[in-house]
Every structure is written in structure tokens, then in C-alpha cells.
């Protein structure tokens, strides 16, 4: 039995903005911290050793995500200002052709002409740069880039995700170290592939499977090389 409609509609896209950059960091932060922990104690380093490379990793991940987060998306800040200053002055000097731009913009979409230039016109009258960089420019509030929420989203669930394997790493023997790091990790990776498709409204399957997939990728193939320099060393 189909649900009754109603006028009131869930969306997610909203999300979309610190949403990509906690998982981002969140994912980066089990996966790269549980390599690393894995490579160094498959090379036969004592706890103290492996515990103070998670650490300089959880440090140094962190600040890094953070910063590369606010020059990337401070770039998008950038040509985004850029844009809007080149309709600003396009607005002042051919406003005529701006609007007639604007109504061929909603023609293209199904509109008829008349109605695209009276809906132009009065857009225009309320907010002219508004219309035009939502309609013209594809940018919306929601797209818009925020810089400052980017790198602490990022650099926190960096944070929290790296320090799911630190623990492990600290609590287990070190005779199943390795084992033990892995399985907390990639759990901790299920759970966030769970967590980031629910919050966005996507299907969990394909979200726990790619997360998990890559991340014991990366977890093997960082034992494996742990394993092989510790054996030569």
C-alpha cells in the first residue's frame, strides 16, 4: 500500500555541505590511522612505538585535512566572488541583455517566452544577482562554500574516526594487535558508511560496501609492506 502524500517533503541536500567533509574526514581518519598502526606493528615495533606513530598520524592527519579542506574550498570561495562580481558589472552596463539572458535561461527549461520575461522582470526587480546567480550561475545558498566549516567538519571527524583504532591499538595485546585493529576499524567503517547514508537519504548496501572494500585494501596492503620492511630490517 503506497503512502499517503503529503505536502511536507524530507530532503537531505541541505546536508550536503559539512556532510561530505565529515565523512570525508571521518573515513580518512579510521583508514589511514588504522594503516598506519597495522604497517608499523606488522614490522615487529614495539607498543610504544606503534602508539606514538598513530598519534603523530591522528596530529598530523588532522591539521592536514583542516588545511587542505579550507584552500580547497576557499578557492571555490574565490571564483564564486568572481563570478558575481562579473554579473555585478554586467548588471550596470547591459541590464537589458541580462534580463533577456535570464528569460532565455527558463525558455530553455520549458517556458514559454512571454511568461520566461515577466517572470525575469520581476525576479530582476526584487534581486537581480540573486536570480541571476542562482539561475545563470548554479549557486545557491546550499551550495555555497563555507570554507571555515569545511576544515573544523573535516579536521573533527578526522579526529574522531582516528582515534577508534588508536584505542584498539592501545588496549590489545600485542600478539593480535594487528587482528584486532583491523576489526575495530573496518566495523567503525561499516558503522560510518551506515551513518553517512542515512543522513544523506541513500541506500546503505552500496555505502558500508565501499567503504569497508577500500579500507581493508588499505589496511593489507600497508601490513603487507609493514611485514616485508620489518623482515628486511
Known sequence: MATPYTAEEHHFIHRVGWLRAAVLGAND?????????????????????????GVAG??????SMAAGEYVSVSSQADTERADLEI?????????GIELQELADIYVARGVDAE????????????DALGAHARDELGLTEISKARPFQAAISSASSFTAGAILPLLAASLAPMSVATPL????SLVAL????????????ANKLPAVFRVVFWGAAAMVATGLIGRLFGTIV
Not at 511568461?115 to 526584487?126: G, I, N, Y
Not at 561499516?190 to 537519504?201: I, P
Open 29 to 53: 581518519g579510521i583508514v589511514s590511522t588504522a594503516s598506519l598502526l597495522i604497517g608499523v606493528a606488522s614490522a615487529a615495533v614495539d607498543r610504544s612505538g606503534v602508539l606514538l606513530a
Open 58 to 63: 591522528l596530529a598530523a592527519g588532522a591539521m
Open 87 to 95: 554579473e555585478r558589472k554586467a548588471l550596470e552596463d547591459w541590464p
Open 115 to 126: 511568461t520566461a520575461r515577466t517572470v525575469a522582470k520581476q525576479l530582476m526587480a526584487r
Open 181 to 184: 585493529i583491523a576489526a575495530v
Open 190 to 201: 561499516a558503522l560510518l558508511g551506515y551513518a553517512s547514508a542515512s543522513a544523506g537519504g
